[in-house]
């Protein structure tokens, strides 16, 4: 293995895949510099649905081939991380039964068919068998044919992103709160200068339409919060889903999935080119109708009240037409890993180590290390 001490990257962004990839570079013994405006809660991973899947997942855009093979190496890299992770409770991660329900035989169903018989012997306790639609406590005349089920990881948010940032900081990463300004190709130099660096890693998400010159756009999310501490209903420790596939819209999305000990998420919303947050039950009617076919999908949620403090987060997943961007800018020092959309979690170990491996070669091909001095915080004076 090279040895790449003293070797330093500058990350933009503190999101998943910012905080992920900054972690896979201390593996191969790279330090991180970590610039962000904005740390969670106030950033959209903490938003993220958060749940495994198998791409195309329920939320997803990403439909072309060369997108969709390179998303399922990245899926089942993160499989594995986050196998692992599950065994301790400070990370926030969770490995429980997930549930997939459809109004069709799967085997009458081409695509279906393909991606379940493409996954099920990589996860843990798959189960095809429509009894699970009796077994689980779903509507009966709402016209379900099918169902299967598989352990997957699914992630308390708000517990991971504190993790992770821990761990970078642990790890010896810098950490600053500030925005970059601008294509980087042209100010490249001058970053790595200014920020002590070999190598730039953009993960900005959708302040990627900036600094990597790139017209993305938002598809705006938004999640319905219940109380799930097992006083009003039975605790509900397993997730439901039934996909844009199966029903008329993509506006018609089932998602139900446990947020950690105490809590349930209703999904899900699918909405491009919406900027704006200000939506919640009161003032929009489609996150009302996330509630409702919730609540008809499974009917016990009627007993569950809603989080008293927080019954909606909105947040905009990061989508780009040509697929996940992760890739080294040719002639540059820069590497790219941004563009995931609703698939960040999903995605974010298996894009981290390709990127990290992207800046490996960079530092294997040349180019001279430069110093830099590590705080813990730091607040710098960019607008």
């Known amino acids: 293995m090279t040895n790449f001490q003293n070797r330093k990257a500058l990350i933009i962004g503190a999101g998943v895949s910012g905080l992920t990839t900054a972690l896979c570079l201390h593996r191969q013994g790279i330090q991180s510099t970590i610039i962000a405006e904005k740390f969670a809660p106030e950033i959209t991973s ?93 509507n009966p005349g709402i016209g379900l044919k099918d169902a299967y089920s598989y352990l997957a990881p699914m992630v308390d948010t708000d517990v991971y992103m504190a993790w992770l940032l821990r761990k970078v900081k642990a790890a010896g990463s810098t950490v600053i709160q500030g925005k970059l300004d601008g294509d980087l190709r042209p100010q490249e130099e001058q970053l790595k200068r200014e920020f002590a660096a070999d190598v730039i890693v953009n993960c900005a998400g959708i302040g990627s339409r900036e600094l990597a010159s790139d017209p993305m756009f938002p598809l705006r999310g938004a999640l319905v919060r219940l109380v799930n501490d097992g006083r009003d209903i039975p605790r509900i420790t397993r997730a439901y889903c039934v996909s844009h596939d199966d029903v008329t819209t993509d506006q018609e999305i089932v998602f139900i999935v446990p947020r950690g000990e105490d809590r349930l998420i209703l999904g899900a919303l699918t909405e491009p080119n919406e900027w704006s947050t200000d939506i919640d039950l009161d003032n929009y009617e489609p996150i009302r109708r996330i509630y409702q076919r919730c609540v008809e999908f499974l009917p016990i949620l009627k007993k569950a009240r809603l989080d008293s403090v927080e ?53 294997s091909s040349g180019g001279e290390s430069v110093s830099s001095s590590a705080n813990d915080l730091v607040a710098v004076g960019r607008s």
């Open 46 to 138: 903490v938003v993220a649905g958060a749940l495994w899947e198998w791409p195309p997942a329920v939320c997803g855009y990403h439909q072309d081939q060369a997108s969709l093979d390179r998303a399922k190496h990245w899926c089942m890299a993160s499989y594995r991380e986050f196998e692992g992770l599950s065994r301790d409770p400070a990370t926030g991660v969770y490995l429980r039964p997930s549930a997939f329900y459809f109004r069709n035989k799967i085997e009458d169903h081409e695509p279906h068919l393909r991606k379940m018989n493409e996954f099920r012997n990589k996860v843990r306790e798959f189960v095809h068998d429509a009894g699970l639609i009796e077994q689980t406590g779903v």
């Open 311 to 363: 019954p909606v987060r909105v947040g905009l997943r990061p989508f780009r037409k040509q697929s996940v961007r992760v890739e080294r800018v040719a002639g540059a020092g820069i590497v790219h890993n941004y563009g995931h959309g609703g698939a960040g979690v999903t995605f974010s170990w298996g894009c981290a180590a390709e990127a990290a491996e992207l800046v490996s070669q960079i530092l």
